[in-house]
């Protein structure tokens, strides 16, 4: 079926190091695309999104990415730092009435 | 600014004791939403209001209510809990028409 997913479960870096995860969507109809952090305990907080018609987008240290050719997403951390340790969530939006599909989540890890 | 709040943060129940899970909001925003995370399942939507009087279902939408005599608020009902319905939950809002969606820190149900 049709579904927002992430190529690897777990990632882990270290201090310094530029950061990137991935997401596959399979939905060529979605037209908006999301990513979500999820500290431990925490609710997701907004991190960065893209709407189809762009294929880059940048913030602070953070830039996501969108190949549409491919279906693939993926989002960018530079200079990691152990703040950023967290679970990673894409999400995409399909149809109307705004609603989210989530992908399962990659887990950040940070080495000091 | 307070957000998105829910209450309660946490909740034991046994089986067949019905709750309502409480969430306010005070930006004005008239979408409105509420999402289950399970362990490995990413966050699935559960039900969502477009406005104040409007409701609809989302993905699984099965055992729970909803209502939206407010602006400001979005409870969801468990009429019948079941241990299946252990989950974290989360309520999010935004602005009619655009995202992102703003996500409360949850509440952590368990069902015995």
């Known amino acids: 079926g049709e579904s927002v997913g992430l190529h690897l479960p777990t990632l882990s870096v270290q201090e310094g190091d530029n950061s990137i995860i991935n997401c596959a969507y399979s939905n060529s109809a979605s037209d908006y695309f999301i990513w979500y952090k999820q500290e431990s305990g925490k609710g997701p907080q907004f991190i960065i999104d893209?709407?189809?018609?762009?294929d880059k987008r940048q913030g602070q240290r953070v830039t996501v990415l969108l190949n549409k050719t491919v279906k693939h997403l993926s989002l960018q951390i530079a200079a990691t730092q152990p703040g950023d340790s967290a679970v990673y969530f894409c999400?995409?939006?399909?149809?109307?009435?705004?609603?989210?599909?989530f992908g399962k989540g990659t887990l950040l890890t940070v080495n000091p | 600014n307070a957000g998105v709040t829910q209450t309660p943060k946490f909740q034991v129940l046994k089986t067949g004791q019905s709750m309502t899970l409480q969430c306010a909001q005070d930006m004005n925003h008239e979408y409105m939403s509420w999402y289950r995370q399970d362990p490995g399942m990413g966050l699935r939507l559960i039900h969502y209001?477009?406005?104040?009087?409007?409701?609809d279902q989302g993905e699984v939408p099965n055992g729970y209510n909803v209502s939206r005599s407010t602006t400001e608020d979005f409870p969801l009902r468990l009429l019948s809990a079941a241990p299946s319905q252990t989950s974290v939950y989360f309520c999010?809002?935004?602005?009619?028409?655009?995202?992102?969606?703003?996500f409360g820190d949850g509440t952590r149900l368990s069902i015995l």
């Open positions: 999010a809002s935004s602005q009619q028409g655009k995202q992102p969606q703003h």
């Open positions: 209001s477009v406005g104040a009087g409007i409701t």
């Open positions: 893209i709407r189809s018609n762009m």
């Open positions: 999400a995409d939006e399909r149809g109307s009435n705004y609603k989210l599909t």
